[in-house]
């Protein structure tokens, strides 16, 4: 693969066009921005997944496989609850290892609804079990995206989000000697999206240790969120219940107590 370039480059790179020019405003969907082996790495890692989670589901007994849906909906979530619970019950290593290759595989490939899965978790397994499944997965798929997006990520990335990408750079530079903070912060509060972390983090060199790390720890308060929702499914009358003004108080003022050693570090500095 060729060497890391910084981002800020591929703007002047692409076709040295004037930014003030309309051509320039306009999003650069002209080409798709993958060559033709990215495209085949990417085709050849989902068709690996794919096909290990289609084995899976052949295991499954064909009353509970003809009712599996990816929920969409929470009325879709409520059916899919009532069909699977029996499932679940009477053979629960068979379901964990289908809930979390499901999980897994929608996080890997950004598939939207994982938030559904947070939610079913809760409803079928309670409050521990539910947090420690919901966290197993979040960050094993997450990581999972990690390394997708260090294969072949930088030019999609590049492409899909080019400010969101130099601003998330700047600031990684400037907080590298307390990094692991800045990212527990982010992935505890809602200031960036998860699925934006998951695909720049490597791209502005963010050590996947460092990653895995406030991946595993920053994520158990939204899931102890979600999963608690999950317990009363049948309540729930949307998804922007969850994340109410107070509830997205107390996430941050979970984050800012994790970058509180950054700031008394840049205070000393200066004084």
Not at 108 to 117: E, N, Q, R, S, V
Not at 126 to 139: E, K, M, S
Not at 150 to 176: D, H, N, S
Request: glycine residues 4%.
């Amino acid at each position: 693969m060729a060497a890391p370039r910084n981002v800020t480059a591929t703007r002047d790179e692409e076709k040295g066009e004037d930014d003030d020019s309309p051509s320039a405003k306009k999003p650069k969907l002209e080409r798709f921005p993958l060559n033709t082996w990215e495209f085949a790495a990417a085709v050849a890692v989902f068709f690996v997944f794919s096909t290990g989670l289609f084995c899976i589901y052949l295991t499954m007994p064909p009353a509970a496989y003809t009712s599996l849906k990816l929920p969409r909906t929470l009325s879709d979530l409520r059916l899919l609850k009532e069909n699977l619970s029996t499932y679940a019950t009477n053979n629960p290593a068979q379901f964990i290892l289908g809930y979390c290759s499901t999980y897994i595989f929608m996080q890997t490939f950004m598939i939207p609804g994982t938030i559904f899965m947070s939610l079913l978790a809760g409803a079928l397994f309670g409050v521990v079990r539910g947090i420690l499944l919901v966290v197993f997965n979040a960050t094993a798929g997450a990581s999972s995206c990690f390394f997708l997006s260090k294969l072949i990520g930088r030019p999609l990335v590049t492409w899909m989000w080019p400010e969101k990408l130099r601003f998330f750079q700047a600031e990684i530079a400037k907080r590298r000697d307390k990094l692991l903070n800045y990212m527990l912060f982010l992935r505890i509060t809602p200031t960036l999206p998860n699925l934006f972390i998951n695909l720049a983090s490597p791209i502005v060199d963010v050590p996947f240790h460092i990653f895995f790390l406030a991946t595993l720890v920053g994520l158990v308060p939204a899931a102890y969120i979600t999963v608690r929702a999950g317990l009363a499914l049948g309540d729930l009358k949307s998804i922007k219940d969850l994340y109410d003004f107070k509830t997205l108080s107390v996430l941050f003022l979970i984050g800012f107590v994790s970058i509180v050693p950054t700031l008394l570090k840049r205070k000393r500095v200066y004084e």
